[in-house]
């Protein structure tokens, strides 16, 4: 019998990415997959350490899983924590039995086959000259809807941020390796790719090509129907990206581009590279060139310092900007980060009032967005089950969440839809043709 491998992921895209390529890894090894980590062999929690909640998040698990594991299963942390914490992470749990850092991940299979419980655990948290890319097995296995990272670290110091720390510096993978990776998913049964970085307009290749290059490269793979990227970083935006997005049809009509703050005051303490006036200039370019666009953002509110002039600049922004959605957060204080040393801290409630308000406006903007569909014709990939039998879940092309009534095996598809409701979610719609 095949052994098992249980995967557990926080995080953002990247990790979902990190962890299909570690199950790629070891299904080479002669693993597979599991939901069921009673019965696991080796458990794999991929971590995330960007906020004090997401991190914590790994002490609650590591709980769960030590109490209904099998008693020989190997536990396996990865990720942004792992980085963070370093050769610490052991000492916080006996339970874990080896640790990885996400620059590391590659060695996973070698250190699984020679593990040796007698000889004590096994940590790997440095950032290793070589790519880890060049030691990673094809794809084993595609979703409808696969990420392909092609970018990755961070080489802009947020002041608030840990993933400079635990990315480390930015590193754009060749395009000739994108390509192929790109073509392997799509023989697995990608229709969409998300193309991925930490910063990932800051992808280059080689003689002065960037993203937008890229992306025209990857539209010509037969089979793949669609192209998208996350997540910009507003000044490093190129008017040959926003382009790509009037010349390329595959190219979905989503932008998420973070602004954090409405108010410049606050985003020069955060260190960002671009004011608020800039950043809707560079709106106002994407609209430019396709109207239809939706734009997403993140915000972060209660920065230290952050006054309730500050905050209003912030709504105000919304205001003008109209968002088809976005991710909003309180500022959590990081360990290592200029930001947590700041004084004017910002009291727990007024972070928690002043986010209560701007999502309230988020989703009514998010609502405006989605009832503005209804009655018009998309297309939908479809991906997952829906809440209800026959029901299926897909995403429109302007990322929108859409409930359809569809049989199971049209999951994989894209289908046109007719849009009949929206909510503050979602959309709902019936197919016209498949
Ligand atoms: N590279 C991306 C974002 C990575 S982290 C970018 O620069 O936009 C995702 C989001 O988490 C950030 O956009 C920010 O809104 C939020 N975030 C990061 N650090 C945070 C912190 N210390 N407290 C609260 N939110 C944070
Ligand atoms: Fe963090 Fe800023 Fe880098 Fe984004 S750009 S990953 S927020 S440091
Ligand atoms: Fe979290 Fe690391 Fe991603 S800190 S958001 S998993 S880059």
């Known amino acids: 019998m095949k052994k098992k491998l249980y995967i557990k992921t926080f995080g953002c895209q990247m990790n979902v990415y990190d962890?299909?390529?570690?199950?790629?890894?070891?299904?080479?090894?002669?693993?597979?997959e599991t939901?069921?980590?009673?019965?696991?062999?080796?458990?794999?929690?991929?971590?995330?350490?960007i906020r004090e909640k997401a991190s914590e998040k790994l002490f609650s698990?590591?709980?769960?899983?030590g109490q209904i594991k099998k008693k020989n299963a190997l536990i396996v942390v990865a990720g942004c924590v792992v980085q963070a914490d370093g050769a610490e992470i052991l000492r916080r749990s006996p339970l874990i039995d080896i640790a990885l850092g996400p620059q590391s991940y590659h060695e996973l299979p070698k250190i699984l086959t020679e593990y040796n419980r007698q000889k004590g655990r096994a940590i790997r948290a440095e950032f290793p000259a070589e790519s880890k890319f060049d030691f990673l097995p094809r794809p084993q296995k595609s979703s409808a809807n696969a990420f392909l990272a092609i970018q990755e670290g961070c080489d802009n110091f947020c002041s608030y941020c840990v993933v400079p720390y635990t990315r480390g510096c930015e590193y754009s993978r060749p395009s000739t390796e994108i390509l192929k990776e790109a073509k392997e998913l799509v023989k697995l049964g990608a229709k969409e790719i998300m193309l991925l970085g930490q910063n990932v307009n800051s992808w280059h290749g080689d003689q002065g090509r960037d993203l937008g290059d890229l992306i025209r490269d990857m539209a010509k793979i037969r089979g793949l129907k669609r192209i998208r990227y996350t997540t910009s970083y507003p000044s490093k935006m190129t008017q040959n990206l926003i382009n790509t997005h009037a010349d390329t049809k595959k190219l979905?009509?989503?932008?998420?581009?973070?602004?954090?703050?409405?108010?410049?005051?606050?985003?020069?303490?955060?260190?960002?590279?671009?004011?608020?006036?800039?950043y809707e200039k560079i709106i106002a370019q994407f609209r430019a060139v396709r109207p239809d666009i939706a734009i997403s953002s993140d915000f972060i509110v209660g920065f230290p310092g952050e006054t309730e002039g500050d905050f209003e600049q912030t709504l105000a922004l919304v205001e003008r900007v109209k968002y088809a959605s976005s991710f909003s957060f309180k500022f959590s204080a990081r360990p290592g980060t200029p930001a947590s040393l700041m004084k004017n801290q910002i009291p727990e409630d007024i972070k928690t009032k002043r986010l209560m308000k701007l999502q309230k406006l988020l989703q009514s903007?998010?609502?405006?967005?989605?009832?503005?569909?209804?009655?018009?014709?998309?297309?939908?990939?479809?991906?997952?089950?829906?809440?209800?039998?026959?029901?299926?879940l897909g995403y429109s092309p302007y990322m929108q969440g859409t409930?359809?009534?569809?049989?199971?095996?049209?999951?994989?598809?894209?289908?046109?839809?007719?849009i009949i409701g929206a909510s503050a979610t979602a959309i709902t719609g019936k197919i016209i043709t498949q």
């Open 35 to 49: 939901d069921k980590p009673e019965f696991a062999d080796v458990i794999l929690i991929n971590t995330c350490h």
């Open 19 to 32: 962890s299909a390529r570690m199950r790629d890894a070891l299904m080479v090894l002669g693993y597979a």
């Open 252 to 278: 979905m009509p989503y932008i998420h581009l973070p602004i954090q703050s409405g108010s410049d005051r606050i985003l020069k303490a955060m260190n960002r590279q671009y004011t608020v006036a800039e």
């Open 365 to 392: 903007q998010q609502r405006a967005f989605n009832e503005a569909t209804v009655d018009k014709e998309l297309d939908v990939l479809l991906i997952e089950r829906g809440k209800e039998n026959g029901q299926l």
């Open 61 to 65: 698990e590591l709980g769960r899983l």
């Open 403 to 418: 409930v359809v009534k569809a049989p199971l095996n049209m999951l994989g598809e894209i289908v046109r839809v007719k």
